[in-house]
Structures are given as C-alpha cells and as structure tokens.
C-alpha cells in the first residue's frame, strides 16, 4: 500500500516552454501533497504543500508564478513550471500524506528529472 | 534554529561489517522521526518513524532507535543491496507537518 507515482519520469524541452508534472496517489487518499525539488548530491528541499481544494502554501523563496499548483482531487496533484529555464533543471519529487494518517508519514514518488535545454 | 544534522557524510563498509548511521535534530516539540533509504535516481523510499525517547524499530537488517537529541540507523552485516543514502527527516510540534531532512549519509557496501 501507499503508492505514490509520478508521471512523466524524464522530461527535455526547450527554454521558454512550460512543463506539467503529475503526481497520484494510487492506492490511498492524500488531501496533502508536497513538492519538493533535488539537486545533484544534495538533500530535499521542500518547494510548497498542496492541499486538496485550496491554494498551495509555497516556501520562501518559491516563484508562485513561475511552479503552479493544481490539486483539484484526492488522489491528484500537479506541477507546472512555467516557461522553464535551465536552471529549473531538476529533480523534482512529490510526496503525498495519507488522509487522517496519525502518523503523518509521507510516501514519496518515484521522481520527475527535468531537463531544460 | 530548526536543525537535523546527520552523520557520516559518507561511509562504506565491508560486506558482514556492522555500522551505525547518526541524526542530530534540535527542533521544538519533536512529533517524529522519520528515516527513509534514497537509491540513486530515484524518490525515498520510507523505512521507519519513532515517535518517542527509547522506541526501536526494526526491519530486515536494519534498526531504528530514538533518544531526545538523536537517532541511530544501525546496520547488521549489512549486504551490497543495502548501499544507498540514508535520509533522517523531523516533524516539530505546531508546524503544517513539514518534514525537515538532513542532509543524508550515503552508505557503500562492497561485496
């Protein structure tokens, strides 16, 4: 239990282009997503919390304009990076709470890598 | 400051040779510990939570055991398949349930 697929899992496109990431839970309901982005040899940072039905919570210093969040159901929660530029290449993971989990465990997904060329 | 400090950085191990892989956290109101196991190219993959000084958790070659400052990820003859990083998260008490990862402890095991 507790699957979480992300979707696509590699991505290249041009500058200027914008790219949408998906993220579900497939075996559980998440009112809570988290994306988080990874560099190269480095730990999670944690870009914004995504809540079923309402606004995303973005951290400091995340563009809200530039990594829009969706997440319109329970088991679904997306990303787009507008109008990508290189150094939006990455790795982006999400993450997903199961609903009314005491523990609040995350599960994560397997990961997009995003190139930007 | 809200802070998770795990170490070694890096460590690597004799297949059979036993280690122990630390986090440090100083954070408010600790509402639990997670470890989970990244391999390359991939998202974490959840291992264990502890919730309280004293509790242990086991699974397979690993255990997991908790104080009020740190954590402990002890591997028993560990085996190549266990080579990956490490990553110990918290969540504080009063926060929206955000993790706070360290940096992780990237573990090679050669046969």
């Known amino acids: 239990g507790a699957v979480v697929s992300q979707h696509p899992s590699w991505v290249i496109c041009k500058s200027g282009t914008s790219v949408k990431i998906e993220c579900r839970s497939l075996?559980?309901?998440?009112?809570?997503m988290f994306w988080y982005r990874q560099f190269p040899k480095q730990s999670l940072m944690l870009m914004a919390t995504?809540?079923?039905?309402?606004?995303?919570?973005?951290e400091q210093g995340v563009e809200k304009d530039k990594f829009l969040i969706n997440h319109a159901s329970l088991t679904l929660s997306t990303l787009t990076v507008t109008s990508a530029h290189p150094e939006d290449s990455s790795f982006y993971i999400c993450?997903?709470?199961?609903?009314?989990?005491?523990?609040?465990?995350?599960?994560f997904g397997p990961g997009t890598r995003l190139l930007v060329l | 400051e809200d802070q998770v400090t795990q170490s070694p950085e890096a460590l690597r191990l004799q297949e059979g040779e036993s280690s122990s892989l630390n986090c440090s956290y100083t954070?408010?109101?600790?509402?639990?510990l997670f470890w989970y196991r990244q391999d390359p190219g991939k998202g974490p993959e959840f291992l264990f939570t502890?919730?309280?000084a004293g509790e242990e958790k086991e699974k397979e070659r690993l255990k997991a055991t908790l104080t009020k400052k740190e954590s402990f990820l002890h591997i028993t003859a560990p085996k190549p398949e266990d080579s990956a990083t490490y990553l110990c998260?918290?969540?504080?008490?009063?926060?929206?349930?955000?993790?706070?990862f360290g940096s992780g402890t990237r573990l090679l095991v050669r046969p």
């Open positions: 993450s997903a709470r199961v609903y009314r989990d005491p523990q609040q465990t995350q599960y």
């Open positions: 075996d559980f309901q998440a009112t809570t």
């Open positions: 995504s809540n079923e039905g309402s606004k995303a919570t973005y």
């Open positions: 502890l919730y309280s």
């Open positions: 954070v408010s109101g600790l509402r639990g």
């Open positions: 998260a918290v969540i504080k008490g009063g926060s929206s349930y955000k993790l706070i």
